[in-house]
Nanobody, 123 residues
Framework: QLVESGGGLVQPGGSLRLSCAAS????????MAWYRQAPGNQRDFVAA???????AYADSVKGRFTISRDNAKNAAYLQMKSLNAEEPAAYSC???????????????????WGQGTQVTVSS
């Protein structure tokens, strides 16, 4: 089970740090990834990190978002900076897939998902 937290209201240009807590220690061996979905839109990849710390990012967030993890705490994080008005969405974490050469390959089936945390960007 994955549980996200840290969402909320932030002004344009502001920052937020999302957390994803895993209920089982086995998740420390999984790739952890963040996705986001705005109402009426498809769910889009944001960032991923392998168990060894190799990362992958969507082009739209490179340089502004940082994904990290703490395997001892079975947790992953997403530090978001310079949020803009196009980024409000439900942000969800998932476990599974692979990260190779800066590219994330989602699992074909059987991925674990959290319920999501809402991020609102508004002045």
């Amino acid at each position: 089970q994955l549980v996200e937290s840290g969402g909320g209201l932030v002004q344009p240009g502001g920052s937020l740090r999302l957390s994803c807590a895993a209920s089982r220690s086995a998740f420390r061996y999984y790739v952890m990834a963040w996705y986001r979905q705005a109402p009426g839109n498809q769910r889009d990849f944001v960032a991923a990190i392998s168990s060894g710390g190799i990362t992958a990012y969507a082009d739209s967030v490179k340089g502004r978002f940082t994904i990290s993890r703490d395997n001892a705490k079975n947790a992953a994080y997403l530090q978001m900076k310079s949020l803009n008005a196009e980024e409000p969405a439900a942000y969800s974490c998932t476990a599974g897939g692979q990260v190779q050469s800066g590219t994330y390959y989602p699992p074909s089936s059987g991925a674990y998902w959290g319920q999501g945390t809402q991020v609102t960007v508004s002045s």
